[in-house]
C-alpha cells in the first residue's frame, strides 16, 4: 500500500464551489441529501438501503485521485487500464452509510480497484491503515514475502504496528493469489526492462519492485 500523496491537501474546486441560490458549497450540499437519505432509511421511512448518488462529483473527482496515484489503485498498487482510469471505482476510506458526514471528504476519498473496492465493501476497523496519513509509511508496517509475493506484516514493527497492517491486509484482501503472483509477474517484466529507462510508475506494485530491486527507482 502505497504513501498516497494527497494533492491538494484541502478540498478541490469542485467541492469548493458556491451555489449562487443558497451560498452553500457543493460539498455540505451533497453531504446534507445524502445524509437525510441515510437518516430516512434508519429512522424506517424507506424500505431499501439509499444507493448513493455522486450528483456527478465523480466525473471531476476521480481524475484528480487517479493523477495522484499515478493511475494506480491506492490499496493493491495494481495499474489502472486507460478505462479504468475514467471508471474505476472511487473508495470511501470511512464508509459512506455508516459515517455519511464524511461521504464527500476530499481525504475520505480514494481511487480503487475493482477487487480492492469489493473486499472492503462497508467494512471498516479502527487498526485499518489510511494510505495518506502524515505518519504512514510504507516500511514500517509491510514486508514482502519474495518467494510467494505475499504482502506480510513487518516482524520488526511494535506489536500494535503489526495488528494495524494484519487488518489491513484481511480488509482489502492483499494477499489474494492473483495479487501476489502478479507482484512476481511485474517484478520480472521490470527487471527485463532495468537500462531502457523504463518509468516505476508505469507499473503495478511499484513499493514490491522498489524493494525487489536495489535502488531501482535511481535506475
Known sequence: MRKFNRIPIDSPDCLKKTDEHSGETKQKICTEKWKKRVAKFREGQIKNSPDFNWYGLDRELRPLLVGISQS???FCDCVFSHDDTEHCPIEHFYPKKKEPDKAFDWDNLFPICTICNTSKGAKFDTKLLKPDAPDYEFGDYFVFNYKTGEMEPNPSATPDQQKRAAKTIEIYNLKRKGLCRDR????????????TEANIDSYGH?????R?????AQR
Request: aromatic share 12%; net charge negative.
Open 206 to 210: 511499484r513499493d514490491y519492485i522498489e
Open 72 to 74: 494506480h489503485c491506492a
Open 184 to 195: 512476481i509477474e511485474e517484478l520480472k517484466f521490470y527487471e527485463g526492462n532495468i537500462g
Open 212 to 216: 525487489g530491486i536495489p535502488n531501482c
